[in-house]
């Protein structure tokens, strides 16, 4: 597709468990950005990846999240041991290079992350 | 460290009325600043941006922002509300020559019939 595409849109889950959530930007964006939202709040910043490497991954809450994009295209988001409290939209964007600040960001439609 | 303001988290406003949505930035150097917004269940898509060229600055869907150096804001305006305007904004700001976007809480747009 054109855009960013993000997978799965929607995912329950229950405390403890181990979630995947993928992220497929659009094709010659070198630049990928993991956002979060929780409900009432604007997105925050998580990880950026400017090709295969993580450049700044500062926005991770804590160790039990970490993201990949091993072939500088697709990313994964994963999160370990769920909490209640990871529950959240995830952003996904991307732009043609992250070192060009006034580009501009293109994001997916999220996915929808509820942690029972 | 740079941060953005959104004043007011619910707006509403009658169609075809003057749509305001305020945001002040705070930073050290002259930023880079964006809004975005947020249908429902869409992703989020860039309305404008200023980058230190014109101040007035025109989006698409007929909004336009202002920057004001003296007053660090960057409102969001629109002479005539359409329903279709219901949404949330987003205001944005960035350093130049550095990636991180810092949002700001957002403001849902209400638009009565």
């Known amino acids: 597709g054109a855009g960013v595409s993000q997978t799965p849109s929607n995912k329950v889950t229950e405390k403890g468990k181990y979630v995947e959530l993928r992220c497929d930007p659009i094709s010659g964006h070198t630049a990928l950005y993991w956002y979060r939202q929780s409900l009432g709040q604007g997105p925050e910043f998580l990880i950026y990846?400017?090709?295969?490497?993580?450049?700044?991954d500062s926005g991770l809450p804590n160790d039990r999240f970490f993201a990949v994009r091993p072939e500088g295209s697709v990313s994964t988001l994963k999160i370990q041991r769920t909490e209640r409290g990871d529950s959240a939209v995830y952003l996904c964007?991307?732009?043609?290079?992250?070192?060009?600040?006034?580009?501009?960001?293109?994001f997916g439609e999220g996915s929808r992350l509820t942690v029972l | 460290a740079q941060s953005v303001t959104q004043l007011g988290s619910h707006v509403s406003v009658s169609e075809g009325a003057l749509v305001l949505l305020r945001c002040n930035y705070s930073s050290s150097v002259p930023p880079y600043l964006f809004w975005y917004v947020q249908y429902p269940n869409k992703g989020l898509q860039l309305l404008l941006k200023?980058?230190?060229?014109?101040?007035l600055v025109k989006g698409i869907n007929g909004f336009e922002a202002e920057f004001k150096k003296s007053e660090t804001s960057f409102h969001l305006t629109k002479p005539s509300a359409h329903m279709s305007d219901a949404a949330e904004y987003f205001c944005?700001?960035?350093?130049?020559?550095?990636?991180?976007?810092?949002f700001g809480t957002g403001t849902r747009l209400k638009v009565l019939a």
């Open positions: 990846f400017q090709g295969t490497g993580a450049a700044d």
């Open positions: 200023y980058t230190s060229a014109a101040t």
């Open positions: 964007a991307s732009s043609l290079s992250g070192t060009s600040s006034t580009g501009e960001l293109f």
């Open positions: 944005a700001v960035i350093l130049g020559g550095t990636y991180k976007y810092i």
